[in-house]
């Protein structure tokens, strides 16, 4: 986003971030002030509950990672799943 922070889910040793698309929509649902956002993964329905800042997939809440808004320049793993170095 323009005020230099974006969206990350945790992966192994390290945290991934939201591809774009997803960013600008769960930042757009959070700047709201809604608890929550639906978003779509591969085909897949989460939800990212912004009290408890996790996702969960909607038909396997087992599924859970957690997530955190923080600045863009932060260490990475890469962007929705594509590995950067
Ligand atoms: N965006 C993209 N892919 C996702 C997301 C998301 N928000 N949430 C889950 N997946 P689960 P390491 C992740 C993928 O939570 O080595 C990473 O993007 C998820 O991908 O059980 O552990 C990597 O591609 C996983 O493949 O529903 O850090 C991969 O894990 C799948 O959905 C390995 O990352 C099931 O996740």
Known sequence: TDD???WFYEGRNGWWQYDDRTSQDLEEA???G???CTILVAGYVYIV???A??????????????????LATIPKKG???????
């Not at 962007?79 to 170095?85: D, K, Q, T």
């Open 53 to 70: 800042m996790i996702q969960q997939r909607q038909n396997e809440p087992a599924r859970c990672r957690r997530v955190k808004r923080d």
């Open 79 to 85: 962007v929705a799943g594509l590995r950067i170095e």
């Open 49 to 51: 509950d912004f009290d």
């Open 4 to 6: 230099g922070y974006q």
């Open 34 to 36: 809604e608890r929550s």
């Open 30 to 32: 959070f700047k709201k």
